[in-house]
């Protein structure tokens, strides 16, 4: 079985500052990440995603996130927070398979300071 | 089309009522998902199409929740005698097929039951 825990239901941080959104994952086989961003009362977008390879991704705007397998963790970072940047944050995780259903984490809804 | 759709964007139906929603997914992705979004929550996972057969229903809440895609393309879920409780937004995603792949989310369908 699969699951994501996201730590922090509502993370708030001035613009210009550090962005840090932390994702845990549990899972029997090597597993795919990525992050989604949710826009109020629009779909989800993908941010980036983790499959193989180097484990640090970068993904839109100016995201990156490190796959640590020690650590069980895919947590998202910024260097530096925009307006723009305010929006609910999903964690997910994926089988290495072709039949594998995507189990999300609860969320981070991101707050930016002026 | 360009993206996946979903169609109403928005239902209001009376408690009891059955309801149908539809996802039409992005050209030649094999791979077919419904989530149930609550406010404040994560995508909660539902069922996974892989063309026109259910992989994985395990999500689905109780026998009132039915959904298919009879021709591996168009997908509808049907939900039985609505309960106030269904009340969320439903969520169709599709992916190529490859668990490396992301998936694409339609604009969701807002469902409230009175």
């Not at chain 2, 996802?23 to 892989?50: K, M, N, V």
């Not at chain 2, 599709?94 to 339609?106: D, I, Q, V």
């Amino acid at each position: 079985a699969q699951s994501v825990t996201q730590l922090g239901s509502h993370v708030s941080v001035s613009e210009g500052a550090l962005v840090l959104l932390r994702c845990n994952y549990s899972s029997s086989v090597p597993p795919y990440l990525f992050w989604y961003v949710q826009y109020p009362n629009q779909g989800l977008q993908l941010l980036l995603k983790y499959t193989t390879g180097a484990t640090l991704v970068k993904g839109i705007n100016g995201f990156e996130a490190e796959f640590k397998k020690s650590e069980t963790s895919f947590h998202l970072t910024k260097p530096s927070a925009h307006m723009s940047d305010a929006a609910e944050y999903f964690c997910a995780v994926s089988q290495i398979s072709s039949a594998s259903k995507i189990i999300f984490g609860s969320g981070t809804r991101l707050s930016i300071r002026p | 089309g360009a993206g996946v759709s979903q169609t109403p964007s928005n239902k209001v139906t009376e408690k009891g009522k059955y309801v149908e929603l539809r996802c039409d997914p992005i050209s030649g992705h094999t791979a077919l998902y419904w989530y149930r979004q609550s406010l404040g929550q994560g995508p909660e996972f539902l069922i996974y199409f892989q063309g026109t057969g259910a992989a994985d229903d395990s999500g689905l809440p109780n026998d009132r929740f039915f959904a298919v895609r009879p021709e591996g393309s168009v997908s509808t879920l049907k939900i039985q005698r609505t309960e106030r409780g269904d009340s969320a937004m439903y969520l169709c995603a599709s992916r190529r097929t490859g668990g490396s792949t992301e998936a694409f989310f339609g604009q969701g369908t807002r469902l409230t039951v009175v």
